[in-house]
């Protein structure tokens, strides 16, 4: 018999009738509701770990949100903050979220400066060792709040790369895991001359080829290449480079085993995953400017399973048309229509699914879940809104 389908609560964004009690806000509270916040205790240290953004990014989850989840976790008597890298949150206020607005401190995840951490043995290809945000592990309960959107490297940005990537610190993110698609061989530099370098470094429409005359190095920087293969054409004489499908996936297993990591911190149940597929943008937050929306704002989800919550997002996402007029010049989308919009934006071997192969693997879930909709518009829509929706008077509360 096959195991239980874990479920996974989803609020679309359309509302059903003309009733705020059937419109996203309420969906997002009975979301909350439906994963049930009884298992934090009282006093319990709750992070909220959530992308609070970059510089000119605006299109990360709206406070008025983030206040909602706040309230549910002191509904039930926990002590919730929020957590990210510690610029995000020094300048979390330039994006309107502050204590005031928020309603609970903002902690940066490994300390003030950024060196609050323990270690994790990994031992992963090049990597023996990452620091995980200290903050974050010596939380009782997790709620991994995650704004969905596109990732130049693995395609999505969902609730594993919030905590495979934001849960550690500086210098392991940038120095170590974005370094990690460079640890398995794809250029030979015996059969390759200086003037071939030079060939294939002009051959890529994108700029992904970097090389270095002086040590004779060539380098592939492959979290912008979208496997277009022209430089593989421009190969084919010499055959001294690969795009390999190992080099793209070795970031996706990383985040996997980082976010299990994370994960193996709390208790089973005192983990929350809420995804909010809303403002979905080609990049990362982290890229600190605003972006068109190139897909619908699709809703909320919240499970208790991670690989159960990002597959369901993928799933809703996949039967998504992109809005290609909305797609800036340097995402060039993949022509082949039947794969993931993610796939198109960022390349097909950059297939957001992978990391969810590892995480399953890992013990942390399944991909098998049971999409439970709340307020679905089909049960809204014939029941009746409300009358009048005018103010009558100035209403301070
Ligand atoms: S496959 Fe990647 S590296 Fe090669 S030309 Fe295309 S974008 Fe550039």
Wanted: charged content about 25%; hydrophobic content about 35%; proline content about 6%.
């Amino acid at each position: 018999m096959s195991p239980k389908p874990t479920k996974v609560y989803y609020g679309s964004v359309i509302p059903g009738n003309r009733g705020q009690w059937s419109a996203f806000a309420a969906k997002v509270d009975e979301v909350i509701k439906k994963l049930d916040f009884s298992t934090i205790t009282k006093k319990d240290k709750v992070a909220i770990k959530m992308h609070l953004g970059n510089k000119e990014g605006y299109q990360t989850i709206p406070v008025f949100f983030v206040r909602r989840i706040v309230k549910a976790v002191k509904d039930v008597g926990g002590y919730p903050f929020i957590t990210d890298t510690p610029t995000a949150v020094y300048n979390a206020a330039e994006r309107g979220y502050t204590q005031e607005t928020c309603g609970c401190p903002l902690i940066p995840t490994a300390g003030i400066k950024d060196t609050y951490t323990y270690t994790f043995n990994v031992d992963f290809h090049s990597i023996e060792t990452l620091e995980m945000g200290g903050v974050l592990h010596d939380a009782d309960v997790l709620i991994d709040l995650a704004h969905v959107k596109g990732h130049n490297t693995c395609g999505f940005g969902g609730a594993i790369k919030n905590i495979a990537l934001g849960g550690y610190h500086g210098p392991s993110r940038w120095g170590k895991i974005h370094r990690i698609e460079q640890a398995l061989p794809y250029w030979d530099a015996d059969k390759c001359t200086p003037e071939h370098a030079k060939e294939l470094e002009e051959s890529c429409p994108d700029g992904c080829i970097k090389y270095n005359k002086k040590i004779h190095q060539l380098t592939v920087q492959f979290g912008f290449c979208n496997q277009c293969l022209d430089c593989l054409d421009a190969d084919k004489e010499v055959g001294c480079l690969q795009i390999k499908q190992e080099n793209f996936s070795l970031f996706q297993e990383l985040l996997a085993l980082n976010a299990s990591e994370v994960l193996k911190q709390y208790d089973n149940d005192k983990v929350f995953f809420l995804n909010f597929a809303i403002n979905i943008m080609p990049l990362c937050d982290c890229w600190g400017f605003g972006f068109p929306n190139v897909l619908n704002d699709i809703g909320i989800l919240g499970s208790r399973e991670i690989v159960a919550a990002e597959t369901a997002t993928l799933d809703l996402i996949g039967k998504q048309k992109i809005i290609e007029s909305m797609m800036p010049p340097f995402v060039r989308l993949n022509k082949k229509k039947n794969l993931h919009p993610f796939q198109r934006m960022h390349g097909p071997m950059k297939n957001p699914y992978i990391a969810l192969e590892y995480a399953e693997k890992l013990g942390m879930g399944s991909k098998n879940y049971e999409l439970v909709e709340v307020l679905a518009v089909e049960t809204t829509k014939n029941k009746k809104g409300p009358s009048k929706v005018s103010e009558p008077a100035p209403s301070f509360y």
